[in-house]
């Protein structure tokens, strides 16, 4: 593999192609296979190490920006950035990461390239650059079709479903890089409602009547989706909530509540982890064991994702996702995360600080806590 | 201004208004001031690397990560994103990258943020992302004053010789970027001739007759210019001519010669450097130095900008540009570089090796030297 | 509502929205009702009519002038100019021609307010405005849930229906005209093959292998539509299948044969009116009674359109239509229609001197027509 | 001439590639030939026009409409629309008309042919068609150039003053129609105000300090012209006009003032005829004159263009225009016109009634009148 990266452009080409030729069980034998050349040349680094650290004050500066140099010149990200001059190639890059995540999983050798594609990636995907875009029934036949199949948290049934979540009381906001004009890179729903949903069933529900945007005074963000396995871990997600909110108030200025009904995906498997399982059929007992497991633990994954976008826990839902999923990951609870336009800031650094932000009345749950371990 | 790394997107936003408003002279008393505070943590990478090269060989990659992360995480480059997330944040970089070239050159402490912010923007204005566009007389006209007045090498002196370089038998190609969409950053004019023109004024000539574009056999890159100073440095000219060439062969497949009509800027400050300085209008010996300087010296911005692009040093033409500046700098000659398109990688190749790739026609005129040495 | 015709724009707008809250009932009404004041003013034109046929040679030009206008001159005219005025105004006109074809039906006083909308929507929709857009499965989703609703011949049965028809050997082409650029007038569906089928059920299949379109020798059109009611009669079949046909060469220079595959409408009405119905599974029997009547009665609509067009009559395929409406219909039999386009002009003027063009093949079938009276 | 309408298409491609080969002598001659023959068949016209006058009640509603078939079927009119369908056809059309223009003001026997031409061209540019477009310095260059060449008012002296002319304080709008995307038909040019500027030279000089539009109370059309010669008596001022204030007061809603700085062409030449031609010099006088001049005579053409649109004469003001043409026809005087949002309907209602709308300022110049003519 180091010859193409002494060669021609159009070497890389053809390493490209046939790279795509392999199956996945090839893929993943061949970069192991090169992982170790195409790494860092580490007695040269070692070297520049020593020099840098015996160097005058005056010499110092250099010295550490020559080690710099050593560490980042690596044939891997030559030979990524000569993948990124092919056409298509930052579509092949991001492809390459979902390989390569994949892979490292349980090779990790393969974490360093790994790694290394992830900077690569997160500089040119910098928010700076993203763009966000309304998807409606005008968009293209091809993109609704393929924003639809990477839906991840409420699966869309058919094109009556997703005609019905790009309907005139549905917002529907995808995020968009100039490298990849084509391919959104994430997207949010929104429901326009009077007051805040307190099932996601009401939400989906395509029987019910279409609310006069004029009159919503709530902006329900009700589904949250990564499009490219690819760029996992470059984060979109504050991006895409703030743009929305941004386009939402602009468009509709009578909206008041920014809010979310969202799962609570590690609750279950975290009762299951407690001495007692509790009866899922208690509702009192259920929505406090909830308000203890997110705001003690603070481990759940939607809730950090929120919280560090400076959202604040809000409110709990009973009975809320009665999917299969929904009763199997959170015990068909679900959360409401609230997006205070005044408070993101604050609260984000709250977050930042250590703290599970949380409104009074998901704090009172918890304060029946001793009593309850009595009664249990 | 470090508070400002802990803070808000609104204080980052602040402080690029307070900047602007700045003179140069405040400005760059600005950046000097902060310049350290901006920088690396040296102590810490001082232990990170004492860490790394005491670490074992298993755990050596990832001390090499630490390292390189702690190298690559100052404030300055966090401050650097942050600018970026603001609206025409990109623009703004560019600008300051400007500033900081002209500071850096009389204030060695602003190198390091100067070269930082480089590497930043060759990240993002990588060649796999650039864009050819064709600028015609139906470009905005704006657009068409901008690059007119960026033309560094063959001034455009008003709107007809601006219209005329736009002509049937003219091609116009600028370089554009997604992130820059209305800025394009470098471009090259062509002329359609037949047969290579011999000087420069015959190419400029408005009243000369316009060659029908069928009919051309010969595409002569007669300028080529960058338009934005803060992306001095970060390489466009490759991708612009190879790209040109393609779209010109697209179009016109009867074109068989691609060449340059080119300043030789080091030849007349060299000459003087020579013991003898020769008699300007004598044309054979001014030929023979001329290819002396070029092929031995090796050192001329224009050739080496066009042998690492894979041209070939082709010819020299005596009085082909009789301007001030063309005398002042280039004893009124001009040299001719071809783009054979079979030999571009090959002669790229060459000229890393060090060879200076030139026809036998140029290099004959060196063959004489001994020659002329005597007769001095 | 004469005195719309002599007030303010806003009054028009006033009639537009009145007009458009009325039942279908209310509307004839209203209309029959207005329809006398809205004609023409008889007694000027007998009078301007006797001035011009006692006119002299000289003024005679000018008074068959004063006489045209004064036939152009109507209230109903001036209303239509003015109702196109109104935003959207043009878009309000061919739905009211849709009301008014209906109405016309059965209330022939009506018949002079549709005829006079019919032209001057034939001048603004005259064909040298009309472009051709192809539709992919990348158009919008509303645009492609409309045609799909608009198909008259073979009905769409869902998006993978759908989808298919805009597959890699398929052709989607639609009739866009600029005053209604997001509403298709009508459009074409090419499938493209390897020798010209047999059934529109081979054609229509989901389930069959696509087809590499670079091997493809066949084009054929399986089915024509108009979208807009209000459009009725204004003709665009004629262009759509020769741009079609333009494009398809373009793209495709490999392609040999340009048919339809179409249905025989008027066939089994015609059969049923004949003395004998013959027995529907006697294929030869079937297939010569068919050409007979296309060929000798020579008034089936779809022949008619397409050999106005330049098309001949080039085969029959028996049971190629098992549909309800084949069956009822068509017998199950449909007809093939040649586009040569070498021929196109030279058959469409055959057609306009009365002949019914047709392949050999064709007519042999009607040869043994004396033989078959015998066999009855 | 006539075969080709029995003819094909390209027959007609080869008869419009004729006509452009053709000097202006040549096409006249040409035209003039063919006149007669292009014309209506005037027995067939004769012979149905008695049929209608005999024809009963019942029957009279079909004969009329027959009788108009007649008079619209010429071969002219079929020739028409063949060329329409041509590439560009529309165009050529134009320019046809331009030509016919010119040759029916000396050959009556063209004027018919004039005159149908206009007739189709004023049905396929409907006002219900036009598009406002704003024309700034982001305009193609050809754009502005064309535009800069047809300004009929005051010349475009070079770039500078074109830039001039589109920069904040100014406004440019162009009319232009879909059939004709990329060539306007008609142009006004605005300029921001405070007060309403009493010379054309305050409005030009490009040393002018820019206005701050926020700021502005004052909409100044300084220019409106036709671009298209072949368009003439297309009415698009109206138009341009209107919807021009539309555009001016949703973006600057704080305009109170819409106004004109207008020429009087036919001033001089009006006082030329009048028995004593008074001094120049004698302000008081001559704005006298010019008000009994736009009042009484009603004739001038750029006030029946703005009373016809709905406008007033508001005020006359004096050394205005001291251009060479602003002296030779208009004594150096210009007139205001003012366009009140409310009163446009009503004004110009009352300009079809034959009333001159003039403001109590200009009509107290006349009430002095009896005086002038005794002084005299």
Known sequence: MREFLEGKQSDVAGLRAAYVELSAHERREFLALNANELGRDQERIAELARVMLD?????????EEALRQALDDTPWLRLLRLFNRLPDGTRFLVELRADLLQFAAEDPALRPLERDLKRVLEAWFDTGFLELRRVTWDSPASLLERLAASEAVHTVVGWDDLKDRL????????????????????FVEVALTRGLPTTIGAVLDQEAPTVDPATADTAVF??????????????FGHFVIRRAMEELRLELPRLKTFA?????????EW?????????????????????????????DPVLRFHLSNGARLERLSWLADRSERGMAQSAGLMAHYLYDPRRLDANSEAFARGEVVASEAVKRLIEGRRLLRRVR
């Open 55 to 63: 160097a005058s004050d005056d010499d110092r500066s250099q010295e």
């Open 260 to 268: 979310t009904i969202s799962p609570i995906p590690g609750f279950r």
């Open 222 to 235: 009700y589904s949250i989706s990564n499009v490219e396995a690819g760029l996992r871990g470059v984060p």
């Open 271 to 299: 009762l299951a982890s407690q001495d007692e399982a509790p009866p899922i059929d208690d509702r009192e007992l259920l929505l406090r064991l909830c308000a203890i497991y997110l705001i003690e633990e603070g481990s």
């Open 167 to 186: 309907d005139a009381d549905r917002r529907f906001f995808a995020v968009v890089h100039p490298h990849l004009p084509e391919d959104p890179l994430a």
